[in-house]
């Protein structure tokens, strides 16, 4: 039996890669005939532009997707077995982020780093090391739990690029190159890539393949492999670094390409691979297939644009997918997931006052009204100076109210509803179920109204949640099934905003400063178009708050307490919705008030439903309005978005909160 599915695998993987191959001649073909290609390879003709192409071009494209496809196969595959966690990568554990994070700290600030020989991938790695030992750090407390790693991971890598979003907009002239090859592109004018990746790639394989039979060891229990002379640390440290090697080398040369890292070692399990070393070969090579698949389609699709397309954003629109469909035969720890909910629920019996949380709202507030920055030093702005400053500061501080409210309840909707402390409108794909609604009002209006936004934002909304409860449904509630899917459907409406950035299109940089969460143009209209829409939906949250004391507990219980399932579920998910989409049109995706709200409401020990909602949306509320406040000041003149505020205070603020509870 073993050996027929091992069989099975390593068919899949052959297949995978010989549909590549077969797709890149035929389009290699197609520009050169197949007699020159030696010659062209080798030593090009001056004179035909055709070998010149091919030579510089082509070829070392080809050879490029399959490196860096191997190379994130290979990582995820190792990250997977070290932390027995089928949802570990280089995306998913933020590693990705941290790299890319530092490499535009040092495209904007310190570019002669990359004159050095070894500079662009010292960059990398030393971004991708620090993000590994933060994550780390905070989920060793917990034995390395995939609920731990996986919340810490997905948090910290949206930090990171609520940080890379600030920098871009702070540094306009590099955002198109920035975002090219921030999305993965490929494509290739010399075959520097190649020399540089090559011998990298092979020290990493090399070193991979030395660690397969101690790494075997990894199954044991911690007591057996001591008993046998292995320190697990350092083997799993080892095997780590390898890892993080291979993703930094891929970022330094490409840029980021996400999903196929996940999707390969998921792919090869599934088609049988039980074995570590079968899937440490048949890995790297699905992985290489895929990108060399998803690149072609690219050139194919995109024509002469393919050098401006990237190849890694296109990767999620195909891969996301293909993940989706083979998610229900996936063998996932759904019961492990559930009790490390469960633990993780454990909050302290005292309870704040809502009145000192109303003081804290009503105290920032009242600092963004009236405290600001003058050329002239800090000002209070009273009588006539105020009334100068409130048709700006008004409104934005209404909106931000409003927003943070809507946000923070939604967020205790969804995660109450999945029983997933993870699920947020931020993290699990709602709030880019929005940006894409967003997005399409931009492509079929040139000035889109409130209202045509509100209604494309709430369809993108209802999509992405409606998917993740059929999700839910069909896995039995298991949280990491739920979780996937939200990452890949993030990543599959993510690849579409990037690609459209990428393309240079001239309403590119409003949609930037959109997705940051601005309220740079809230105006009155706007606040009494978010009130109108706002104060139905914050009345009607606290009546389900029965059901939302309920529903966590089960289907079988839940109807046995007379809550009829079908209407409650789909009543919350219309619900969570309708607040995410017109919060985040008011303030856009990246707040972070949903997650950190909600999660924040219950450390502070408001367990049941109703306060749980109050208490999240007082939070959610004074963290729009503070982020809005400090964006104002603290690079005066200039100003930063609020939801990118937001999620530079809440983020630290949530993993020094499991820090500290994990102690």
Request: glycine fraction near 10%; aromatic fraction near 6%; charge should be positive.
């Amino acid at each position: 039996m073993q050996a027929d599915q091992s069989s099975r695998a390593v068919l899949l993987a052959a297949g995978i890669a010989a549909l590549a191959l077969s797709w890149a001649a035929l389009r290699l073909s197609s520009q050169l005939p197949l007699q020159l290609w030696l010659q062209a390879a080798a030593h090009p003709s001056l004179e035909d532009s055709r070998q010149l192409l091919f030579h510089f071009s082509s070829l070392p494209r080809l050879v490029t997707a399959l490196l860096c496809g191997a190379a994130l196969g290979l990582a995820s595959t190792i990250l997977q077995h070290i932390l027995r966690n089928p949802l570990a990568s280089p995306t998913t554990l933020g590693i990705e982020a941290g790299a890319q994070l530092a490499l535009v700290i040092a495209t904007i600030w310190a570019p002669f780093l990359f004159g050095i020989g070894i500079g662009r991938e010292l960059v990398a790695l030393t971004g991708a090391l620090i993000m590994t030992a933060l994550i780390f750090a905070i989920a060793s407390a917990r034995g390395f739990s995939s609920l731990t790693l996986i919340l810490t991971g997905l948090v910290t890598g949206l930090f990171c690029g609520s940080l890379i979003i600030a920098l871009k907009l702070l540094n306009q002239e590099y955002i198109a190159s920035l975002y090219i090859w921030g999305a993965g592109s490929i494509a290739q004018q010399d075959w520097s890539v190649v020399t540089y990746l090559l011998p990298r790639l092979m020290a990493c394989f090399l070193v991979a393949a030395l660690l397969a039979r101690p790494l075997d060891v990894l199954t044991l229990s911690d007591e057996s492999a001591n008993a046998l002379g292995v320190s697990l640390r350092i083997l799993r440290a080892s095997a780590l670094f390898v890892a993080v090697l291979l993703t930094a080398f891929v970022i330094s040369a490409v840029g980021v390409i996400g999903f196929i890292g996940l999707a390969a070692p998921q792919i090869a399990l599934l088609a049988g691979a039980r074995r570590l070393q079968a899937r440490l070969i048949l890995a790297p090579v699905i992985g290489a297939g895929l990108l060399v698949l998803v690149d072609q389609a690219v050139q194919t699709v995109s024509g002469g644009f393919a050098d401006f397309l990237p190849t890694g954003a296109v990767t999620a629109l195909l891969g996301a997918p293909l993940l989706l469909c083979l998610l229900p035969r996936l063998r996932t720890s759904g019961n492990d997931w559930a009790q490390e909910i469960s633990i993780s629920s454990q909050v302290p019996q005292s309870r704040p006052s809502f009145l000192l949380l109303a003081i804290g709202l009503i105290a920032a507030a009242a600092a963004g009204l009236f405290l600001g920055r003058t050329p002239d030093g800090w000002s209070l702005a009273f009588g006539d100076a105020f009334a100068a400053l409130a048709p700006w500061r008004l409104p934005r501080v209404s909106v931000s109210i409003l927003a943070g409210a809507m946000l923070g309840m939604a967020g205790v909707l969804l995660q109450r509803l999945t029983r997933n402390p993870v699920a947020s409108p931020e993290v699990i794909g709602i709030g880019t179920g929005v940006a894409i609604g967003v997005l399409v009002s931009m492509v079929v209006s040139a000035t889109p109204g409130r209202s045509l936004q509100m209604s494309l934002s709430f369809a993108g909304a209802s999509m992405v949640l409606a998917l993740l409860l059929w999700r839910g449904v069909r896995s039995r509630g298991a949280p990491d099934q739920l979780l996937l899917t939200g990452i890949a459907l993030s990543a599959f409406l993510d690849a579409i905003i990037v690609s459209f950035l990428a393309l240079g299109d001239p309403r590119a940089s409003q949609l930037l400063a959109w997705l940051s969460g601005s309220t740079y143009r809230a105006d009155f209209a706007t606040v009494w178009t978010t009130l109108i829409v706002a104060v139905p939906l914050l009345v009607a949250t606290p009546l389900l708050s029965r059901w939302l004391d309920i529903l966590p507990l089960g289907e079988e219980a839940s109807r046995g307490l007379g809550v009829p399932l079908g209407l409650s579920r789909m009543t919350v998910m219309l619900l969570a919705a309708l607040l995410t989409a017109a919060s985040v049109l008011a303030v856009g995706p990246l707040t972070f008030a949903g997650l950190v709200g909600s999660h924040l409401a219950h450390a502070l020990g408001l367990r049941r439903a109703l306060e749980h909602l109050i208490g999240a949306g007082l939070i959610g509320a004074t963290l729009m309005v503070t982020a809005d406040w400090l964006g104002r000041i603290l690079i005066f003149p200039f100003q930063l978005p609020a939801g990118l505020v937001a999620a530079l205070i809440g983020v630290p603020y949530l993993i020094w909160h499991l820090m500290r509870r994990m102690r």
